[in-house]
């Protein structure tokens, strides 16, 4: 089966590329080492005109940018989309990433008539694309009419399929991490290595640390755990929302942005992990990878009662915080932190949820491999 996979470059504050991440990265690397023929596109929405070192990746990998002047661009990439179909001669087209792609692939499939898969990692239409005039009629529509869809949740799905009314083949095929995606260092090695204190009781993220993802909730919980404890620290890693400002004190940890590989011995290196969100568009409906990395880490986890984490982490109640509610957050954490509870929940695996998208493909596009 040859399978033309479209997506944007960089998203998760990664680039595809170089960070080799994530599931636009994992999911037609899976395919390739399955038996699938895939050449993967990916279009930078920056600058960028490097390129593409095919020998770091099985799936044969091609960049476009949008270089500034975006409408122009945006034409020469959809015909250069159109000369690649001519020669790839694909079984079957995905889009995936955000709105605008699931668009092209729906078009593109009903222009050669290949069967279109489109993967939902999110709920777009909580992306400020979809504010776009048409952009959002356009997205809708595309759902409907192609041949399948995979959703990264349950919730998701329902959304779809209520807003929507898809007439093709769904599934359920959430996020996953790395196979042997853990720490390689004990909690001592994990805090030398980002130096830090031995002798405090650290919670702390990683991922995007923007409002809309409730990061404030974590910031107004730790302040007021400061000062009721001298020996508590925040640790803190990835991106930045400019528009609010991290705590003021000695005892936060900004690590910045890591390097993907850094992140399990991040996380190890925690007395209890934290996942933020709110009850909006976005949060109701994701799959946060957090989740799934800390669970691979075995730490105790907080967790926003929010989407696909209230109903994974049902049993375990205690460890669900009020999305807005500081004391909530605070009343959970000190709970976690004077009785450790690691949640006995299996996560996925790349190859797992690769293997699921790979039958999905092939019920919509049944070819001999």
Known sequence: MRVLFLCKRHYMSKDLLYDRYGRFYELPEYLQSAGLEVTGVCLSYYPQRDRVNNK???????????????????????????????????????????????????????????????????????????NVPVIKQLYLSALRD???????????????????????????????????????????????????????????????????????DLYCAFLALSEIYDDIGLVLAGTMDPAISVPTHERVFNLGQLDYRQVPNMLNSLD?????????????????????EMLACKIPIIAA????????????????????????????????????????IRYKTWPEQGEEFRKLLNTVAPVVA
């Open 56 to 130: 770091k990746h099985s799936v044969e990998w091609r960049s476009f940018a949008l270089a500034g002047v975006i409408l122009p661009d945006l034409y020469k990439y959809i015909l250069e989309l159109l000369d690649l179909v001519k020669h790839v001669k694909p079984d079957v087209v995905v889009g995936a990433s955000d709105a605008l792609h699931v668009i092209i692939a729906k078009w593109l499939g009903k222009k050669f008539d290949i069967p279109c898969v489109i993967d939902l990692y999110d709920n777009f239409e909580s992306y400020g694309l979809t």
């Open 146 to 216: 192609v041949q399948g869809i995979s959703m990264i949740s349950d919730e998701l799905l329902e959304l779809i399929v209520k807003k929507c009314k898809p007439k093709g083949v769904i599934s359920v095929i959430g996020n996953a991490v790395p196979e042997g995606f853990y720490a390689n260092l004990d909690e001592k090695e994990s805090r030398e290595l980002f130096s830090l204190p031995q002798d405090y009781k650290l919670i702390g993220t990683a991922g995007a640390l923007h409002s809309n993802r409730g990061i404030i």
């Open 272 to 292: 209890v992990g934290i996942i933020c969100n709110e009850r909006n568009k976005f949060g109701e409906y994701c799959f946060p990878q957090k989740f799934y």
């Open 305 to 344: 009662n929010t989407g696909a984490l209230s109903r994974l982490m049902a049993s375990y109640n205690g460890c669900l915080y009020e999305p807005g509610n500081v004391e909530s957050l605070v009343s959970k954490i000190q709970a976690q932190l004077r009785s450790p509870l690691i949640l006995d």
